[in-house]
């Protein structure tokens, strides 16, 4: 079992839960962070509900909050721009700090910085709108196998996504998420399992498996369809378990990640296993993965919460 934070909730002073925001995924970000705000009132912890969209960020310091629990997914809280800007206020924050977050928010970045590590990644294409070519798709799809995942550079959630097998079709799922993205990441798709790994204070939470009859784990099979099948434990065995988490610990630090997150896998056939992102706020719904995982690991949500709540420590007195 994993421990949660052993700090008394009033200690955590006056606390600021940040949800809502202006990124694509603002109604995800909005169910996290009711979620966790419920669950600290409910421990006891001073927490407030605080939506950047509404206020700006200097009412922090003008209504005397001493720290901040992110859950804004997506651009504009989990790219590094809110963590640079809380630290310039000195508010603690939890979870990543600036260079974490926009390494881990930005899809093809993290890939090269795994790439350059030796760490296992699908091939991948980039597509940047200033210089993209229609007529690329073709080299494109022979060079990758013929079938591909289409994803914007920095947006969460599968938002703007597509798998495609055709040039046609690629180009078309390239256009689109061109709305999102002036970079978009075409990644050598991986048959096999997918799997998550998540994070809390350096330890790997046991895997989940996920499998749904949808063409791809997509935004609906994320948060919408009761199709998707999840699996903790996920059914690998121990050396297989470890061997995962050891990588996702690995590929986390490699991107700064730090207090909490997820990393997500795919596992080909003959159980290789391949990095696909690392997500620095992942979801705290219902249907999320990190609260899944907890739970496995002997935490319920208020104690996940509050060890979410204790990654701000990382910069009490350390803000710079």
Known sequence: MINASQQAPESFGKIAVMFGGNSAERDVSIKSGTAVLQSLLEAGV??????????????????????????????????????????????PYTGSQVLGSALCMDKIRCKQVWQSLGLSTAKYKIADKRSYDAGSCEAIMASLGNEVMVKPAQEGSSIGMAKVDTAQKLETAIQDAFKYDNK???????????????????????????????VFYDYAAKYQADSTVYSCPSGLSPDKETALAELALEAFDAVAGAGWGRVDFMQDKLGKFYLLEANTVPGMTEKSLVPMAAKQAGLSFTDLSLAILATSELLKGNEA
């Open 46 to 91: 001073n927490a407030h509900a605080f939506d950047p969209a509404n206020k700006p960020l200097t009412d922090l310091l003008a209504e005397k909050y001493e720290r901040v629990v992110i859950m804004l997914h997506g651009r504009g809280g989990e790219d590094g721009s809110l963590q640079g800007a809380l630290q310039q206020l000195n508010i």
């Open 184 to 214: 978009v990441l075409i990644e050598q798709f991986v048959h096999g399992s997918e799997y998550t790994v998540s994070i809390l204070n350096g330890k790997a939470l046991p895997s989940i498996s996920m499998t749904t009859p949808r």
